[in-house]
């Protein structure tokens, strides 16, 4: 594992909010301390954006909803996730997008081991220097 990134880059790749609720200095930290394990197997991730949302109308209890989205080379991952607290909605979030940045890079390594054959659905033309060989 990388050593863990200095406070300036931190600050420069994570992006935390509080949609519908004041973030707190403890809820920011433990946001960027998460969010930290994503970047530690990852370098190609550009930006992380996580939103904690306060959500009074879902249930009769309170309910918090993350959402978090990366950007990386290639399509950016999205995923959302929600629970009754903040830092188990936090918790959830961080564990999906882990599950969805392994998958991918699975899913990336599996391709460029076992690359497959191209079907043209069509024969390819004989080249002259082809016919003059065979002659």
Do not use: Q
Not at 79 to 107: G, I, P, Q
């Amino acid at each position: 594992m990388k050593p863990s990134a200095d406070p300036a880059t931190l600050a420069s790749k994570i992006i935390v909010r509080g949609l519908h609720l004041d973030l707190t200095e403890a809820l920011h930290n433990a946001a960027l301390s998460k969010a930290e394990r994503l970047l530690r197997h990852e370098e190609r991730i550009i930006r992380i954006r996580i939103d904690l949302d306060h959500d009074k109308t879902r249930s009769a209890g309170t309910h918090f909803i993350a959402r978090g989205s990366m950007e990386i080379s290639g399509p950016d991952i999205f995923a959302s996730a929600e629970s009754d607290d903040a830092y188990k909605s936090l918790d959830l979030l961080v564990e999906k997008l882990d599950r969805m940045l392994r998958k991918r890079a699975a899913d990336s390594k599996g391709k460029r081991n076992h690359p497959h054959d191209v079907d043209l659905g069509a024969p390819l033309p004989k080249t002259s220097a082809a016919e003059s060989d065979a002659g």
